[in-house]
């Protein structure tokens, strides 16, 4: 791991211990097995929101935040949204342009097909919302 990775890793650990985290009582079962972590609003963390239409495919929000030369483009797992990546924006985005989408049937993104999740139609709607979000140089 690189010198900027570590840094992002251990500011976004720092970042994260002072963040409300709903944890129920000891007499309580939690809902889910994860801990659920409350953001207060996405302005905090990125400089923007926007929706990419991706003709033939949808609508994708994506988070946008920083404005430098070099991209780094966040992709979530199964579950999450852009937002997973806020706390690594907020500390990058001095350095890097930092974009997170919504990917297909997740957050604010709406697509035309929510069933078709082929690396040939993953691959094709992250480049065209890397291009959608003037990603590239």
Not at 94 to 110: Q, S
């Given at each position: 791991?690189?010198?900027?990775?570590e840094?992002?890793?251990?500011t976004?650990?720092?970042?994260?211990s002072?963040?409300s985290?709903d944890?129920?009582a000891?007499?309580?079962?939690?809902?889910?097995?994860?801990?659920?972590?409350?953001l207060?609003?996405?302005?905090?963390?990125?400089?923007?929101?926007?929706?990419?239409?991706?003709?033939?495919?949808?609508?994708?929000?994506?988070?946008?935040?920083?404005?430098?030369n070099a991209?780094?483009?966040?992709?979530?797992?199964?579950g999450?949204t852009?937002?997973?990546?806020s706390?690594v924006?907020?500390?990058?985005?001095?350095?890097?342009?930092v974009?997170?989408?919504?990917?297909?049937?997740?957050g604010?993104?709406?697509?035309?097909?929510?069933?078709?999740?082929?690396?040939?139609?993953?691959t094709?709607?992250?480049?065209?919302?890397?291009?959608?979000?003037?990603?590239?140089?």
């Amino acid at each position: 791991m690189d010198s900027v990775h570590e840094e992002a890793m251990q500011t976004s650990i720092q970042e994260c211990s002072r963040l409300s985290v709903d944890v129920p009582a000891s007499n309580q079962q939690p809902s889910t097995s994860r801990r659920a972590v409350q953001l207060h609003s996405w302005e905090e963390y990125w400089d923007s929101k926007q929706l990419v239409d991706v003709p033939g495919r949808g609508s994708f929000n994506a988070y946008t935040a920083g404005s430098g030369n070099a991209v780094v483009f966040c992709l979530h797992g199964g579950g999450y949204t852009g937002l997973t990546w806020s706390l690594v924006a907020r500390q990058l985005k001095d350095r890097y342009r930092v974009v997170a989408p919504d990917l297909r049937c997740h957050g604010e993104t709406t697509s035309s097909n929510d069933l078709d999740f082929s690396f040939e139609v993953c691959t094709t709607v992250c480049c065209l919302c890397c291009k959608g979000c003037h990603c590239e140089s």
